[in-house]
């Protein structure tokens, strides 16, 4: 998560002593919270190199620290994370590693048409959804209700999920480090959510394998300590900076972005009423517009290695 990884800059900057400052290290897998040091997430299998023996690493960092072992801890990297796509381990002394910031723009006018481009286009063009509370997007979580890599095809019936897509990729394409999306978009509503997820995606009949996300709340676009209500189909920017994430985009897939306005029970659900959404049992639509084109230069920031 973003707090456990920016512990690292974090110490390195501000620890106590210069042993401190130097030796605190960072693993990155491709793991979730029940799943540590496995290969496989739900329907992502990660390889063989994914499999880690996160024991064998504690006691040797133990051992180190605590009974002087010589086994040649202090020079493992500051930074292993594991790059998905390439199923390769990577490292580097910092978090996130050094990259260069690739624009890709969103752009269409129809569901079904909907690009995502290093070129930004001069005509404006909008695409329109519904959210509607009370058949908001589902998690794809496990029968045990654990975080998943799910496959995003299994959404593709849905109608409130908008998906941005590259051409087939000629060439890798690295991102290691936090996407951001910076969105134009209007609502119906004085309040409502908006969710960005960058999708790895391989169109020749393999699985959309979701590889970051991150959401805003309209009311706290700018501050979670102040409310600052929509007004209705105006247009407002949001950035969403999405969690921390290293994925190799291979040659032949797509990059997808999907934007959309739920994703329960992993969130709970916006009310789109501006009330007290866990006290408060109304609910109503919202009408979603996203812009892009002209002046509305709606787009992903790839942090890109």
């Known amino acids: 998560c973003n707090s456990t990884i920016g512990h690292l800059a974090g110490m390195q900057q501000n620890g106590g002593t210069e042993s401190a400052r130097k030796h605190t290290k960072l693993i990155v897998g491709p793991w979730s919270h029940p799943t540590i040091g496995q290969r496989k997430l739900g329907d992502a299998d990660f390889g ?40 390769k381990w990577r ?47 589902p998690t794809l979580w496990d029968r045990n209700l654990f975080t998943s890599a799910g496959d995003r095809n299994k959404l593709n019936h849905r109608t409130d999920i908008l998906r941005f897509r590259t051409e087939p990729l000629e060439e890798e394409i690295d991102v290691a480090g936090n996407p951001e999306v910076v969105l134009y978009a209007k609502s119906s509503a004085i309040d409502t959510d908006f969710f960005a997820r960058l999708v790895d995606e391989d169109p020749e009949g393999g699985p959309a394998i979701e590889v970051s996300y991150g959401l805003v709340r309209a009311r706290h676009r700018d501050s979670l300590d102040e409310e600052d209500f929509l ?37 709970d659900r916006n009310h789109n009423t501006g009330g007290k959404d866990l006290e408060e049992s109304e609910m109503q639509n919202a009408e979603q517009t996203i812009l892009c084109g002209g002046e509305f230069t709606t787009r992903i920031i790839l942090p890109v290695v």
Not at 54 to 81: C, H
Not at 249 to 255: D, E, N, P, Y
Not at 260 to 265: A, G, H, I
């Open 48 to 87: 063989p190199q994914a499999q880690v023996d996160i024991t064998d690493i504690l006691i040797r960092w133990f051992n180190f620290w605590l009974k002087d072992a010589e086994n040649g801890m202090e020079k493992e990297p500051a930074v292993r994370y594991f790059m998905m796509g390439a199923k």
């Open 91 to 137: 490292s580097s002394s910092t978090w996130p590693p050094h990259s260069l910031q690739t624009v890709l723009y969103m752009g269409g006018s129809s569901p079904d048409a909907l690009s995502l481009s290093e070129d930004a286009t001069e005509a404006e063009s909008s695409v329109d959804y519904t959210y509607d509370p009370h058949d908001p997007v």
């Open 231 to 267: 007004t209705s189909n105006k247009v407002t920017e949001f950035r969403i900076k999405l969690g921390p994430t290293a994925n190799s985009f291979r040659v032949g897939h797509r990059i997808r972005v999907e934007i959309t306005s739920s994703d329960f029970p992993n969130h």
